[in-house]
């Protein structure tokens, strides 16, 4: 038996009084029409702690923190809050327990002010009138105590993702809460804001608070957590001090099995050219360049990696390419025809696959059944359609093989998309990409989210499409994916290609310095 199955877990104190522990979980059950997504799950949390919530995707640990938040009402187990049973029936509830949760996906309105939307539901009033200048001046104090710097006057829509969750957290913090649950924190985020959160979390204990932390990214845990629980298909397999493990026994343990960080890959035996970006130009929004005079190629067999610091362009060369926003100047080759500004449509049968950034955006009608968001790009072909009309048991038989064969954890086909965990949707949006064998794929950000193993998992279906002599551009944030699976890595900085590298000829540090523009130009280094 391989040694990281022996762990010396912390005995839950079962009923325990110990006013050390702010909540406790205790043997918790949940189940959706005889799906269980629960299954006798212990958790407790002491105060002052950061504790780990770790799992795979699906694994059931946004289920458990619905429970503790009152969205879900438990089938079976009990809650305790300071030593004390609670029935926690609403959020309202959570609340008045000083329990706050900020969601994976903000809950805030577009259209109103950072400080609307914090005292939405709480608003402070005298006679029935809103004293707006009070909240304002209420919530700068408590913003400027733990170092979230926001501008209370800014529009919810005006500002950036990083913004808007320490306005999701000045929520929870403005409703008084001092137990804060933070589900997948970071993975909107960029690097920067990543670091931010952190020292965010960090003033938050030192204030007396407790937190309960989802997350897939080890480092993280190893990082700022003190006791992390791993839950693996909706049975928790226990409680483990930080200090006392490591990235690779929680990543075997969440999983099951020994899981590999670094992807093997034989080298690279690049072909004709795929893709050839020349002179591109494209305009944001606001009509400003956003991509200025790019150059790109990316040939046959080969993976080329797109590193970048957020907002350099990378986002709309990826658009341009799939057709999503304009061209303004410049040309886009696909196979030898030229594609730019054509219809999406007509560029995925010129052979274009397209794993996007915003799965839920771009890549899924969440409303829609799991089969029917995998037919997406086929369903007006056969054996999906014929004679203009769908043959359903064609769609439903073709995404129960891709179910199966990508690992989607779902209770069915049938399922809508929005039932899904992310993690899942990605693997959805990845067979369906994969399963109609592109001659070039685009995959931006295809790991945002994903546990290790599904990491791993998609790593290796973008170096097969590669072995298979499929072009692949990858985009990524995270340097240790772009150096793991690129076999050149193309540096975008103010929307321009400054360098070109292999990974094995450079570091993660010389990445940054050309991701900052500290080597842009004569000194940047090209390998084609």
Not at 174 to 202: C, H, N, S
Request: glycine share 10%.
């Amino acid at each position: 038996m391989r040694e990281w199955l022996f762990f010396r877990f912390e005995e839950p104190d079962k009923g325990s009084e110990n006013v050390d522990y702010v909540i406790e979980m205790l043997g918790i059950r949940k189940e959706f029409s005889g799906f269980v997504a629960n299954d006798n799950i212990t958790l407790q949390l002491k105060q002052g702690e950061i504790h780990a919530l770790l799992g795979e995707n699906g694994a059931g640990k946004s289920t458990l923190m619905n429970v503790l938040f009152g969205l879900y009402e438990p089938d079976g187990g009990e809650i305790r809050v300071r030593g004390q049973k609670e029935d926690i029936h609403s959020p309202n509830k959570a609340n008045d327990l000083g329990i706050g949760m900020v969601h994976q996906h903000f809950m805030l309105v577009d259209k109103f002010t950072v400080a609307e939307n914090i005292i939405l539901g709480k608003e402070p009033n005298r006679f029935g009138v809103i004293e707006k200048k009070k909240a304002i001046q209420e919530i700068q104090e408590i913003s400027d105590r733990y170092g979230l710097r926001v501008d209370p006057h800014a529009v919810v829509r005006d500002i950036s993702i990083g913004m808007q969750q320490r306005v999701e957290i000045l929520k929870t913090l403005y409703r008084g809460a001092d137990i804060l649950i933070f589900d997948e924190p970071t993975a909107v985020l960029t690097p920067q804001e990543i670091k931010e959160l952190i020292q965010i979390m960090r003033a938050l204990i030192k204030e007396g608070k407790s937190i309960i932390l989802i997350t897939h990214k080890l480092k993280e845990i190893m990082d700022v957590c003190d006791r992390v629980t791993v839950i693996r298909r909706g049975k928790g397999m226990g409680t483990v001090n930080v200090p006392e493990t490591n990235p690779q026994e929680l990543a075997n343990m969440m999983v099951g099995r020994e899981v590999v960080f670094t992807t093997e890959k034989k080298p690279a035996t690049p072909g004709a050219d795929v893709l050839e970006v020349k002179d591109l130009v494209v305009k944001e929004a606001r009509g400003v360049e956003s991509v200025r005079g790019l150059n790109l190629t990316v040939r046959a067999g080969e993976i080329v990696g797109i590193a970048g610091v957020d907002g350099n362009g990378q986002s709309e060369l990826i658009q341009a390419i799939s057709g999503l926003t304009k061209v303004a100047a410049g040309t886009i080759k696909l196979n030898g025809h030229y594609i730019e500004n054509m219809k999406p449509r007509k560029i995925t049968e010129s052979g274009l696959g397209h794993i996007p950034e915003d799965r839920h955006k771009h890549g899924l009608v969440l409303e829609m059944s799991l089969g029917e968001n995998i037919a997406l790009q086929t369903y007006y072909k056969k054996p999906i359609s014929k004679k203009g009309f769908l043959n359903h048991k064609a769609m439903y038989d073709f995404a129960r093989e891709l179910i199966e064969e990508y690992d989607v954890r779902a209770s069915s086909e049938f399922v809508a998309a929005k039932a899904l965990s992310g993690g899942n949707q990605q693997k959805a949006i990845i067979a369906r990409e994969v399963s109609r064998d592109p001659d070039f794929l685009i995959a931006a950000q295809p790991t945002r989210g994903l546990d290790v193993g599904a990491i791993e998992f998609i790593h290796r279906r973008l170096i097969e499409q590669r072995d298979k002599g499929k072009a692949v551009l990858l985009m990524s944030f995270e340097l240790d994916e772009i150096m793991n699976v690129s076999d050149r890595i193309a540096v975008i900085y103010e929307g321009k290609i400054v360098a070109i590298v292999k990974p094995e000829e450079t570091t993660e540090q010389e990445l940054g310095l050309l991701m900052a523009g500290s080597k842009a130009g004569t000194e940047a280094k090209t390998h084609e």
